[in-house]
């Protein structure tokens, strides 16, 4: 509503589609470089506006599937590392626009799993480093949009 009595859907749903770039991807503001963690904002506002007609979704899902390194783990942007917390930014992207199957499953859950310390259970950004919360939450999001809590027969909401 433009008198100021509530947001305007329709304008906000265009200032999130003004910042896709060239290559597919989105940036933080229009012209800001394409970052996973940016898409999932935009991918994830015009869902809930429904508004994913504005999305190009072939492209953009092509972006996040480049995003698979040789490690099987998933960066942010190109020429990065591969960071376990992505396994949630580029899944949950891909997952809103039914495409998770673009990416290789089994060498991404082989990489999150890899990230795991096995004294202490937590995960870190990538295998061998010091885990934390944030990338032990992310890498759980990324096993679940995986399946993988399903695959080992963990019934839903017990761990």
């Known amino acids: 509503a433009r008198d100021g009595s509530g947001i305007d859907l329709s304008l906000a749903a265009r200032y999130v589609a003004s910042c896709q770039n060239l290559d597919g991807g989105y940036g933080s503001c229009p012209g800001a470089e394409s970052h996973a963690g940016q898409i ?9 506006l429904g508004r994913l007609d504005l999305v190009d979704a072939d492209l953009l899902c092509w972006w996040l599937a480049e995003r698979q390194c040789d490690s099987g783990g998933l960066n942010g942007r190109p020429e990065k590392q591969a960071d376990v ?16 199957d673009w990416i290789d499953r089994k060498a991404l859950q082989k990489f999150i799993l890899s990230a795991q310390d096995k004294e202490d259970g937590g995960i870190a950004d990538r295998p061998n480093d010091m885990p934390d919360v944030y990338h032990t939450f992310f890498g759980m999001a990324g096993l679940s949009l995986l399946g993988y809590f399903e695959d080992i027969g963990l019934p839903q909401g017990e761990v």
């Open 40 to 48: 999932f904002c935009c991918v994830g506002a015009l869902s809930i």
């Open 85 to 100: 917390c992505y396994s949630w930014w580029v899944l949950s992207s891909l997952s809103i626009l039914g495409k998770v």
